[in-house]
């Protein structure tokens, strides 16, 4: 891997201001996607290193809270400009290690660095409040304080932005922070880590855990010097860790599953479904939990919805990130390989049509072809499960009741889509939507000045915008005698 910065490639793990392997040597090979060559070694740390973090992160939290907002922002902005100044590096350690496309990996990036840029402000804000007491010869005062230590388990599909989405507001708000990245994808944590440090923020403030998750996230959400824990990945592990959470009662964020409905009526710019469809779906090769799941076309357009689309997913080109005009990369591994060729297999077989795609890509990494699914009906797995991957089902449906039936019939609630033109319909279709963000004839939502999060099996409170230090700070009530 050529960086202009060799530095950021850390094999090591970032504890208390120190660079350290595993107590036991122990080390986790991590590979590239696209070609299954290795990217390198992290160490398999487990229960006794994260537990030496913890205590380094409350060590370290004592003196981080006495720092004003203002120190701390100012020391956010300055990881915010290391990191764009990297911005091309940590690009490359993404693309090699998650497998998008560099275009992609530079985005986010950039995405990133705007949660540090957006919380180095927020956390001047945190106002508390005085309020008219209801007995003479008090004052009624609240406090915002920071809750502690932090701990982060994060996935692999947004290696960076994942990171530095929870950090930020934990770092703003005076808080320090564990994080835990995914085993497939741990350089772009540790590169941003690396970063942090030569920003200035002082040692043991923000800390990086490689290895076991099983015995990481135990310690993480079992040890009672952690004080919030912020979990962005499957819905059954989010379960499994708010379980072991609620024995130290813990403040818990959980960015969880997601099956997002595209709906598109008749009176949609269809050219503007189309694409918005093609980057809601295929955007990291269809593994973000915000994607397209379902795409419900109105009968009315249904068929010319799929004349166009099919033409726009054989545009996709799927290649390795690298290379110059590929906008698919592979899917994480030969496991999501196998479960998109399980998924089409079953559409096919209850009278689904492939009609772009279907394929396991004929390329040396874990490539699935892009893929459309027509005529996709209910009783098809893909009308239920999460695919989070590049197969696009769609779907027709009759008129509004219709829409909102289908739309609403799963257990997740995080992103839903809808395109038309009906100012009424609008309004009408977002308050029956059960769902934490609604995209209305757009396709991107996520933007750190703006909650992002769901509801029901999707988890629990939200991130990025105003909201999101909230769950980083306890409220504290002075009751006084004047
Ligand atoms: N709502 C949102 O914003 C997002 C939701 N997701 C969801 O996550 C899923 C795909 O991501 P994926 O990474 O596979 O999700 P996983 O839940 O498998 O992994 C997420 C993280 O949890 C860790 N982990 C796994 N098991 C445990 C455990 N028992 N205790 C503690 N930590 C554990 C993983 O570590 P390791 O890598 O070592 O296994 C990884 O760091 C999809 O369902 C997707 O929808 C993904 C991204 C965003
Ligand atoms: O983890 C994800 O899937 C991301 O949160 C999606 S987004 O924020 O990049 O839209």
Redesign the pocket.
């Given at each position: 891997m050529q960086l202009k910065n060799p530095d950021l490639l850390r094999h090591q793990c970032l504890i208390n201001g120190q660079w350290l392997s595993a107590t036991e040597g122990g080390v986790i090979e991590v590979t590239n996607p696209a070609n299954g060559e290795l990217v390198g070694v992290v160490p398999k740390m487990g229960k006794a290193e994260t537990a030496v973090a913890i205590e380094g992160a409350n060590v370290a939290f004592q003196a981080w809270r006495e720092y004003t907002a203002k120190e701390r922002g100012t020391l956010l902005r300055k990881w915010f400009d290391l990191i764009m100044a990297n911005q091309a590096d940590l690009a490359l350690i993404m693309t090699i290690e998650q497998g998008k496309p560099l275009a992609e990996s530079m985005g986010?990036i950039a995405?990133a660095a705007a949660y540090v840029d957006w919380f180095a402000e927020e956390g001047k804000r945190v106002y508390g409040d005085l309020i008219p007491a209801t007995q003479r010869n008090r004052q009624l005062v609240v406090m915002k304080e920071p809750v502690g230590v932090c701990a982060a388990v994060t996935?692999w599909?947004?290696p960076a932005?994942?990171i530095t989405r929870k950090a930020a507001p934990a770092l703003a708000a005076g808080c320090t922070i564990v994080i835990k990245p995914a085993s497939q994808t741990p350089f772009s944590a540790l590169a941003l880590c690396y970063l942090a440090e030569q920003a200035g923020i002082p040692a043991g403030v923000i800390n990086v855990v490689t290895g076991d998750s099983g015995a990481i996230g135990t310690e993480l959400s079992t040890n009672p010097t952690v004080r919030k824990l912020s979990f962005?990945g499957s819905t059954s592990v989010g379960i499994k860790l708010m379980e072991q959470s609620a024995s130290t009662v813990k403040k818990v964020t959980m960015?969880l599953g997601g099956n997002a409905p595209f709906i598109v009526f008749n009176d949609a710019d269809l050219d503007a479904a189309v694409e918005g469809a093609i980057v809601s779906k295929f955007r990291?090769s269809g593994q973000?939990?915000?994607c397209a799941n379902r795409i419900l076309v109105q009968e009315g357009v249904y068929e010319e919805f799929i004349k166009r689309f099919t033409i726009a997913v054989n545009a996709l080109k799927l290649g390795n990130g690298m290379e110059p005009g590929v906008t698919s990369g592979p899917v994480i591994d030969a496991k999501a390989v196998k479960f998109m060729t399980a998924l089409v297999d079953d559409a096919k077989a209850k009278g689904g049509k492939i009609v772009a795609g279907g394929k396991v890509g004929d390329l040396p990494g874990t490539f699935f072809e892009p893929t459309l699914v027509a005529y996709a009906s209910e009783d098809m797995r893909v009308a239920k499960e999460e695919i989070f991957g590049p197969i696009a089902p769609v779907f027709a449906f009759k008129d509004e009741a219709d829409a909102i039936r289908l739309a609403n019939d799963t257990e997740y609630g995080l992103a839903c889509y809808l395109y038309t033109n009906d100012n009424k319909r609008i309004w009408k279709m977002s308050s029956k939507l059960e769902y934490g963000m609604v995209g209305i004839n757009v396709s991107?939502?996520?933007t750190e000045v703006a909650p992002?999060g769901g509801m029901k099996a999707s988890g629990v409170g939200r991130e990025g915008s105003k909201y999101g230090i909230d769950d980083y700070l306890e409220i504290k009530y002075l009751c006084i005698e004047t």
């Open positions: 986010e995405f996935p599909n947004f932005a994942m962005t960015e990291n973000t939990c915000v991107l939502v996520a992002f």
